[in-house]
């Protein structure tokens, strides 16, 4: 998969993407991620990509321009590869982003991530630039990177070859509307705490009927929305 990101603060980036699965996976040609500076897509002198909001108002509102330019210089960069693209614009007033979400995006092989700041984004671009607009929940953050980087860490692990065993993203939480079963590791006993006996047993068929009855009773005490 490719991914390019639209974002006036590039750095913000370079954690998250230079450590961990993320990235191994971008070593591993699993996937390949641009961090693209909008402000270079500015026609401004002094690469401005903001202005007053028209009505008036609090706050500066980041132009469409910018936004339109960099999505065509990508769409024309990319043209002859015919990737199957989603362009997603990062925003409070998207739908709510989850697995099932992210599962649906990781069959893409090209998206573009609209980061916002601000008040927000000339509201051109969603009406008329974006396939989709995603919220990562229902509070506003400042900028749309730390979204932009949650939707890339949860849909790049679940690309084939991302993770180091592939089964690991199999039984989680929410793959089957269900919270995850508990794990343990060594040591069994730790101060007198300890690992339940049936994992220790051995059995694979008892350990898998606990796992999932661990499932049940773990979703219907913190998520039970989840079984609704
Ligand atoms: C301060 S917010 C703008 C909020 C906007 N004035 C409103 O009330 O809906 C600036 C940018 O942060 C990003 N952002 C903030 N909260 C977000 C969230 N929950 N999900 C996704 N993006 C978000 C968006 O890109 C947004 O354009």
């Known amino acids: 998969m490719r991914i390019d990101v639209l974002t006036i603060f590039p750095r913000m980036f370079d954690a998250v993407l230079g450590e961990s699965i993320i990235k191994k996976a971008q070593e591993k040609k699993v996937v390949e991620i641009n961090i ?3 402000r270079l897509f ?3 002198k002094h690469r401005k990509v903001d202005d007053k909001p028209f009505g008036g108002g609090p706050g500066m509102v980041m132009n469409a321009e910018p936004f339109f330019e960099a999505v065509n210089y990508i769409r024309r960069k990319i043209k002859d590869l015919r ?3 989603r362009v ?3 925003s409070p007033k998207g739908r709510k982003f989850d697995q099932a979400l992210a599962v649906k995006l990781s069959k893409y092989e090209h998206m573009v991530l609209l ?13 008329h630039l974006v396939d989709d607009e995603i919220s990562i929940g229902d509070f506003v953050l400042t900028g749309g990177e ?6 890339i860490d949860s849909v790049a692990r679940l690309l084939p070859g991302a993770l180091g065993d592939k089964d690991s993203c199999k039984d989680e939480s929410f793959s089957e509307n269900l919270l995850e079963y508990p794990h ?3 040591p069994a006993d730790y101060s007198g705490m300890k690992v339940p006996n049936v994992l220790l047993s051995g059995d694979h068929e008892q350990i898998k009927e606990w796992r999932k009855k661990e499932a049940i009773k773990a979703t219907k005490r913190k998520r039970p929305d989840l079984l609704k």
């Open 36 to 38: 693209i500076d909008l």
């Open 42 to 44: 500015s026609k401004d």
């Open 83 to 85: 990737l199957k693209t």
């Open 88 to 90: 997603i614009l990062l």
């Open 115 to 127: 980061c916002g700041h601000y008040e927000g984004i000339d509201d051109r671009v969603a009406e």
């Open 146 to 151: 730390l979204p932009a980087m949650a939707v």
């Open 184 to 186: 343990y590791t060594r």
